[in-house]
C-alpha cells in the first residue's frame, strides 16, 4: 500500500498531494524533508510518518507547536497508527492522509520543492506582492534594461534578435544567445549553442543544457553581465532558515471543510503502546453581554457571618488591649 499526502490547507481548488512508496517520510520546513511546508508554525524536522508492516504511524519529532491527529496531540517521539484519510496537523497545516493502491511520484524531491514554491507564491501573492522573476542588465550596452518573468511556465529567449524577450544591443551576443525559465526552486539558464558562449558564476555553461541560477551569482554573456532577483526563492530560503514561530495556547486552526474527520478522539481496541494523547487546548471566550449576578438569600446569610466574624474578632483585640 502506498502513502499519499494531501495538503489540506490553502484556498486552492486541486489540493497539492504527493504518494510515496518509501519506509519514512519526514514531514517539515526544512529543504531536506520529503514534505516542505513553508510555513514558520511548522519546525524544520516536525514529523515523520513510517511503515511499520502492514501500518503506517505517525510521529512527532520533537516540534515547537507540536503534530495532532484530528482534535488530539501527540507526545513527541510517541507513535500512533494512522487510518486511511485520517487529519494531521503539523503547525497550523492540515494534511490528509491516505493509505491506499497508487502509484507513487515519479519524482518526490521535485514535487515537493514546486510544492513548497507554490505555497508561497500564493501567500505572496493574497498579499498583493509580485512573485514575478526580473533579470536585470547590470553591465554592457543595455544597462538597466530589466526582464520580467511573469508566467512561470513560460521559457524567455535573451539574445541580439529584435523579438527575444530581453533584446540586446551587444554585438558579442548571439542572435538567440539563452534561454530562462523556472525549473522546481531555481531559475535555469540554457546556451543556445552561441557562438561566444555563457559564463553563469564565472563558470562557462555546457551547450543546450540547463543550469541552475544560483542567488548571487553573475551571468555574462559578450560584455553582457546579467544580474538576477527572484522573491518567490528569497522569501522560501527566509522561510526555511527562519526560527519556529510559537503558536499563542487560545490559538484554533479549524480543520477543512469537506475531509471525512475521526469519529472519536481515541478509537476503541487501539493497539497497546500508542501514543499518550493530550487534548487539544480549547479556546478561551471571553464572556460578553452578560446580565449581572443577581443577590440570593445564600449571599446575605454568607455576608452577615463574615461580619459577625469580623466583630469578634475586633472585641477580642480590644480585650487583649485593654488587658496589658
Not at 497539492?16 to 518509501?22: H, L, N, P, R, V
Not at 531559475?187 to 543550469?211: P, Y
Not at 443577590?295 to 485593654?322: I, N, P
Request: with cysteine.
Amino acid at each position: 500500500m502506498a502513502l499519499t499526502i494531501v495538503i489540506r490547507s490553502g484556498d486552492t481548488p486541486t489540493p497539492a498531494q504527493i504518494t510515496f512508496d518509501a519506509p519514512r517520510v519526514v514531514i517539515g520546513r526544512g529543504e531536506g524533508c520529503e514534505v516542505r511546508l513553508p510555513d514558520p508554525s511548522v519546525s524544520h524536522r516536525h514529523a515523520s510518518i513510517r511503515q511499520r508492516g502492514t501500518e503506517y504511524v505517525v510521529i512527532d519529532e520533537g516540534s515547537s507547536n507540536g503534530t495532532f491527529v484530528g482534535p488530539v496531540r501527540l507526545s513527541a517521539q510517541a507513535p500512533r497508527v494512522l487510518r486511511h484519510r485520517d487529519l494531521i496537523r503539523v503547525g497550523r497545516i492540515w494534511l490528509e492522509v491516505r493509505v491506499e493502491q497508487a502509484m507513487p511520484t515519479v519524482n518526490p524531491q521535485a514535487t515537493t520543492r514546486e510544492i513548497a514554491l507554490g505555497l508561497v507564491g500564493a501567500a505572496l501573492t493574497a498579499q498583493g506582492e509580485d512573485v514575478s522573476a526580473r533579470v536585470r542588465v547590470e553591465q554592457g550596452p543595455d544597462t538597466g534594461r530589466e526582464l520580467v518573468m511573469h508566467d512561470m511556465e513560460r521559457t524567455y529567449v535573451v539574445g541580439r534578435m529584435p523579438n527575444a524577450d530581453l533584446p540586446l544591443a551587444d554585438t558579442d551576443t548571439s542572435r538567440r544567445h539563452v534561454e530562462l525559465k523556472r525549473v522546481g526552486q531555481h531559475i535555469a539558464v540554457r546556451d543556445l549553442g552561441s557562438k561566444n558562449g555563457s559564463a553563469l558564476g564565472g563558470k562557462k555553461l555546457e551547450a543546450n543544457r540547463d543550469t541552475p541560477w544560483l542567488p548571487g551569482q553573475a551571468l555574462e554573456l559578450g560584455k553582457t553581465t546579467l544580474g538576477l532577483k527572484d522573491p518567490l526563492l528569497e522569501a522560501l530560503r527566509e522561510l526555511e532558515t527562519t526560527a519556529d514561530e510559537p503558536m499563542r495556547g487560545d490559538e484554533s486552526v479549524d480543520p477543512p471543510r469537506g475531509v471525512e474527520e475521526l469519529e472519536e478522539p481515541v478509537r476503541s481496541g487501539e493497539a497497546a503502546g500508542a501514543a499518550p494523547l493530550v487534548e487539544v487546548p480549547k479556546r478561551a471566550s471571553a464572556p460578553s453581554g452578560r446580565e449581572p449576578r443577581k443577590v440570593g438569600v445564600a449571599d446575605l446569610l454568607v455576608g452577615a457571618l463574615a461580619l459577625v466574624v469580623l466583630t469578634l474578632s475586633l472585641l477580642g483585640l480590644a480585650w487583649v488591649l485593654k488587658s496589658r
